[in-house]
């Protein structure tokens, strides 16, 4: 007859568990990598918005000063073609939606990062509020 044989206790994990685990691992990285990449890429692109309501602000000063103003490339923040920046190149501003002093208006700044992606963001002045509003820049 044989002797029953003792339990043993379980110490550690097996084989399968562990690789599950670093599978799961694997899968939550890549996951945060892309998403952090993006993030960089967004943060890096948000001297556009800058640059855009730089152009809304003068336009608006210089419609205080004189409302019949309505050519918005005689202002040199309005004027940017091929600017760079820290992150950015290829900067241009767009400001020909602004038609006059009494009508609202979208300002459009666009730029390239290192990477090749092509940013936009844009501010719009609200002629019945005063007020400009912008957003962030969005991957083109």
Do not use: H, W
């Amino acid at each position: 007859m044989r002797k029953p044989r003792k339990d043993r206790k379980e110490a550690g994990f097996t084989l399968v568990e562990l690789m599950i685990v670093i599978a799961i691992i694997a899968i939550l990285a890549a996951v945060a990598i892309s998403q952090y990449s993006a993030y960089k890429n967004k943060a890096k692109a948000k001297d556009l918005v800058g640059f855009a309501r730089a152009c809304a602000m003068e336009i608006v000063t210089q419609c205080e000063a004189d409302s019949s103003f309505n050519n918005a490339t005689q202002l040199e923040s309005c004027n940017l073609n091929n600017g760079t920046s820290k992150y950015l190149s290829n900067i241009t501003i767009d400001a020909s939606s602004f038609s006059g002093c009494n009508a609202t208006f979208t300002i459009t700044a666009s730029g390239d990062l290192p990477n090749g992606d092509t940013y936009q963001a844009q501010c719009t002045y609200d002629v019945n509020n005063q007020d400009i509003s912008c957003t962030a820049p969005r991957k083109q």
